[in-house]
C-alpha cells in the first residue's frame, strides 16, 4: 500500500483522502472476531462494527470460494480477496506440474484506482507472498 496510495484513499465528499498510515481491516483475524461473527450470524452487524479501517482484505477461501469479487467498505477504495489454495497443472521449465495456486481479487473504486494501478498492486502482493524477506527488506 505503501508503493500504491490510491488502494489505502478514501473519499470524503467531493475530495480524496491519501493516509500517512495503515489500518487494514482483516474479515475475521481481528480482535473480538467471535463477536462480530455472532452479530454477523444474527444479522446485528452494523457499518459501525466495520468502520476505521483504510483497506481491507477478505479471505472467502475458508469457505470453499474459489474465486470472487468482495465489496469495498465505503468509504475505502479498496479491498483484497483472497480464496481457496487449490492444486492445479501448472507449466515449469516445459513441464507440467502440480502446484498450489490462489487466485486474489482486487475490487477497487474507479474514481480512486484506476486498472493499472489495480494491476500493478497484485503483481506486488504476489511477489511478496513469494519472497516475503522483500517486504521486510522493502525491496
Known amino acids: 500500500m505503501k508503493a500504491f496510495p490510491s488502494v489505502n484513499a478514501w473519499i470524503v465528499g467531493t475530495?480524496?483522502?491519501y493516509h500517512n498510515y495503515y489500518n487494514i481491516g482483516i474479515a475475521g483475524i481481528e480482535m473480538?472476531?467471535?463477536d462480530l461473527a455472532t452479530k454477523g450470524r444474527d444479522g446485528k452487524i452494523s457499518p459501525n462494527d466495520l468502520g476505521g479501517g483504510t483497506f481491507s482484505i477478505t479471505n472467502g477461501g475458508v469457505f470453499g470460494s474459489l474465486l470472487s469479487t468482495?465489496?469495498?467498505n465505503a468509504?475505502?477504495?479498496a479491498i483484497l480477496g483472497l480464496h481457496k489454495i487449490q492444486d492445479r497443472p501448472m507449466a515449469i521449465n516445459g513441464k507440467v506440474e502440480?502446484?498450489?495456486m490462489m487466485y486474489?481479487?482486487?475490487t477497487y473504486d474507479h474514481r480512486i484506482v484506476d486498472g493499472k494501478e489495480a494491476v500493478s498492486f497484485l503483481v506486488k502482493v504476489k511477489e511478496l507472498v513469494q519472497a516475503p524477506e522483500r517486504l521486510?527488506?522493502?525491496i
Open 15 to 17: 475530495d480524496i483522502e
Open 32 to 34: 473480538g472476531v467471535r
Open 70 to 72: 468482495p465489496i469495498v
Open 75 to 77: 468509504p475505502q477504495s
Open 98 to 100: 502440480i502446484r498450489p
Open 104 to 106: 486474489v481479487a482486487l
Open 136 to 138: 521486510l527488506l522493502e
